[in-house]
């Protein structure tokens, strides 16, 4: 089930990322512990627009087993050791942790959770450009 999840949202990241430039700025991951991987699906995260984002971070959603109809709001939280922590915010009053890994794999946590398995808050430090309804 772990390596369909990895296979959905490594697919999932490929598609979002179709037609988006790559003149974007490069990510803010200065807090990475030393040594840490950072792969190419976790890179590509940081360059996608909301709309984009919030559909590669639904496919992780679902592709671990959970629903989310439609994100409202997500972004980057932060480093956590060799993962990303993204969250998103479902319209069904959800909140989601998605740890992208550097070879391309998704967990992902209800951000209800996370502070009992001692995760980063799911608090966006970083918010991609564009609207998850696709506007700017």
């Known amino acids: 089930m772990r ?7 490594s697919a999932a990241l ?4 179709c037609n988006q430039s790559q003149t974007k700025g490069q990510p803010q991951n200065q807090a990475q512990p030393a040594g840490a ?3 190419p699906e976790q890179e590509q995260l940081h360059h996608l627009d909301a709309l984009n984002l919030a559909i590669a971070l639904k496919r992780a959603i679902y592709d671990s087993g959970f629903s989310c109809r439609k994100i409202d709001k997500a972004g980057y939280v932060g480093p956590y050791k060799n993962l990303d922590e993204w969250t998103a915010h479902c319209t069904n009053g959800r909140d989601w942790a998605i740890f992208a890994g550097p070879d391309g794999s998704a967990q992902v946590r209800d951000c209800a959770d996370v502070a009992r398995f001692g995760l980063p808050k799911c608090e966006i430090h970083e918010t991609p450009k564009g609207s998850v309804n696709g506007s700017s």
């Open 3 to 9: 390596k369909l999840a990895a296979a959905g949202f």
């Open 14 to 17: 490929m598609l979002a990322g």
């Open 37 to 39: 991987r950072i792969g």
